[in-house]
């Protein structure tokens, strides 16, 4: 499967942007999927995760109740709604499919997309 993440950009704190990520090759539907990402210099760390259904999502500390993770199985994409972003989350951000739920991802990551957040 390839996954293509977008909806990146330049935002100030406070406000909100709506990642896509794009999935092709196959239906992901049989698969948990998740939203991870990687600040400058810094390791790839766990966003999010949404269960096959979309019936069970899990959030790191850092962005829980800012974060929203959805998806749309007849579309293919998985989604990340972000409000109230902080100039810490600024990252490139990425969607992976789960390997272990909800925050082990297989070792395979598409094309991500920037997120900066000015203070």
């Known amino acids: 499967v390839q996954l293509q993440a977008s909806g990146g950009g330049l935002v100030q704190a406070g406000g909100s942007l709506r990642l896509s990520c794009a999935a092709s090759g196959r239906t992901i539907s049989f698969n948990n999927m998740g939203w991870f990402r990687q600040a400058p210099g810094k390791e790839r760390d766990f966003v999010a995760a949404?269960?096959?259904?979309?019936?069970?999502?899990v959030y790191a500390d850092s962005v829980e109740g800012r974060f929203t993770i959805a998806r749309d199985n007849a579309k293919n994409t998985v989604y990340l709604q972000m409000n109230s972003l902080k100039p810490e989350d600024t990252a490139v951000y990425y969607c992976?499919?789960?390997?272990?739920?909800?925050?082990?991802?297989?070792?395979?990551w598409g094309q991500g997309t920037l997120v900066t957040v000015s203070s």
């Open positions: 949404i269960s096959k259904s979309g019936g069970s999502t």
């Open positions: 992976a499919t789960v390997r272990e739920w909800p925050d082990r991802p297989y070792n395979y």
